[in-house]
C-alpha cells in the first residue's frame, strides 16, 4: 500500500515564524503535491514537484516556498507565518501512467496565533 | 483555465437509500480524467472513482456508479444502499490529460465539495 506520512496532524505557531512542513511517500512517485484545505473552498493547490529540486508554482503560491531534495521527501515552508495561513494542509503524491490517482497524507492542522 | 462545481454543500441520506451527489465542470478540453475523492471525518482522503472523458461507459465501483454526461459536462456520482461509513466529504477532480513537459498536466482542480451525512 502507499504511504504519504506527514511530520505533524497539529501545529500551532506564532505570526512571523518560520514554519516547515514535511511530507515523505514510500512508493518512488514522481509528482508531490501540497494543498490547503479550507471550509467552503475546497482543496486549493499551493506547489507541486514533478521530480527531484523541480518545482512549479499552483494556484496559490504566496507566501509559500517549497523544497524537494530527496525524491520521497516534500516540504512546504512558510517564510514567515500569517494569521491568514491558518488551515489544513494535505501533501499528495501520484505515479505517472499509474491512472493518476492522487495519494493523499492525513494532513497539518496549522494554527497561526 | 478548468473550473469545477459542486451545487450542493451538504446532503443527507438515509441509510440503505440510495444519493446522488451533483457535480458540473468547464473545459475546453477534449479528453480528460474526472474523480470522486471522499475525505471520511478525521481520516485520511482516498479515490473513490474514476471516469476518463473518452470512455463513453460509466464507471463503476461496487455500490458507487456515475453519470458521466459529457456534452453537458456533467459527473455525478450515485451512492446506492448508502451506509453509515459513506459520511464523509467528497470532492469532485478534474484532471487535465497527461502530455508534455514536466508534471502540469498532473495537477487535480477541486470542487468545494459535498458534505454527505448517512443517518441511521
Same mark, same amino acid.
Given at each position: 500500500?502507499v504511504?504519504?506520512?506527514?511530520?505533524?496532524?497539529?501545529l @500551532?505557531k506564532?505570526t512571523g515564524?518560520? @514554519? /516547515? &512542513?514535511e511530507?515523505?511517500?514510500?512508493?518512488?512517485?514522481?509528482?508531490? /503535491?501540497? %494543498?490547503r484545505?479550507d471550509p467552503g473552498?475546497?482543496?486549493? &493547490?499551493? %506547489? /507541486?514537484? #514533478?521530480? @527531484?529540486?523541480?518545482k512549479?508554482?499552483?494556484?496559490?503560491p504566496?507566501?509559500?516556498s517549497?523544497?524537494?531534495?530527496?525524491?520521497?521527501? /516534500?516540504s &512546504?515552508? &512558510?517564510e514567515?507565518?500569517s494569521?491568514?495561513? $491558518?488551515?489544513? #494542509?494535505?501533501?499528495?503524491s501520484?505515479?505517472i501512467?499509474?491512472? %493518476?490517482?492522487q %495519494?493523499f497524507?492525513?494532513? $497539518?492542522r496549522l494554527t497561526v $496565533? | 483555465?478548468?473550473?469545477v462545481?459542486?451545487?450542493? +454543500?451538504?446532503?443527507?441520506?438515509?441509510?440503505a437509500e440510495?444519493?446522488? *451527489?451533483?457535480?458540473?465542470y468547464?473545459?475546453?478540453?477534449?479528453?480528460y480524467?474526472?474523480?470522486?475523492?471522499?475525505?471520511?471525518?478525521s481520516?485520511q482522503?482516498? *479515490?473513490?472513482i474514476?471516469q476518463?472523458a473518452?470512455?463513453?461507459?460509466?464507471?463503476?465501483?461496487?455500490?458507487f456508479s456515475?453519470?458521466?454526461? !459529457?456534452?453537458? !459536462?456533467?459527473?455525478?456520482?450515485k451512492?446506492s444502499?448508502s451506509? *453509515? =461509513?459513506?459520511t464523509?466529504?467528497?470532492?469532485c477532480a478534474?484532471? !487535465? +490529460? +497527461? =502530455? =508534455?513537459?514536466? =508534471?502540469?498536466?498532473?495537477k487535480l482542480?477541486f470542487?468545494k465539495g459535498? *458534505?454527505?451525512?448517512?443517518?441511521?
Open positions: 500500500d504511504k504519504v506520512t506527514q511530520s505533524s496532524r497539529y @500551532v506564532r515564524e518560520k @514554519v /516547515f &512542513l511530507c515523505v511517500q514510500d512508493m518512488d512517485h514522481e509528482n508531490m /503535491f501540497w %494543498y484545505q473552498l475546497g482543496l486549493r &493547490l499551493i %506547489y /507541486f514537484s #514533478y521530480d @527531484v529540486k523541480m512549479e508554482k499552483g494556484d496559490i504566496e507566501g509559500y517549497v523544497s524537494r531534495e530527496k525524491k520521497e521527501r /516534500f &512546504l515552508i &512558510l514567515s507565518a494569521t491568514n495561513q $491558518t488551515s489544513m #494542509y494535505l501533501c499528495a501520484t505515479q501512467g499509474r491512472g %493518476y490517482e %495519494y497524507g492525513p494532513g $497539518t $496565533t | 483555465a478548468q473550473t462545481t459542486q451545487s450542493q +454543500p451538504e446532503m443527507s441520506v438515509q441509510e440510495t444519493v446522488t *451527489l451533483s457535480c458540473t468547464d473545459t475546453s478540453e477534449n479528453n480524467y474526472l474523480f470522486w475523492y471522499k475525505q471520511p471525518p481520516r482522503m482516498i *479515490l473513490v474514476r476518463e473518452y470512455k463513453q461507459q460509466n464507471a463503476t465501483e461496487n455500490r456515475v453519470n458521466f454526461q !459529457k456534452a453537458a !459536462k456533467s459527473f455525478s456520482l451512492i444502499d451506509q *453509515l =461509513g459513506d464523509a466529504m467528497y470532492f478534474f484532471m !487535465k +490529460p +497527461p =502530455g =508534455g513537459s514536466g =508534471g502540469s498536466n498532473y482542480t470542487g459535498t *458534505l454527505l451525512t448517512v443517518n441511521p
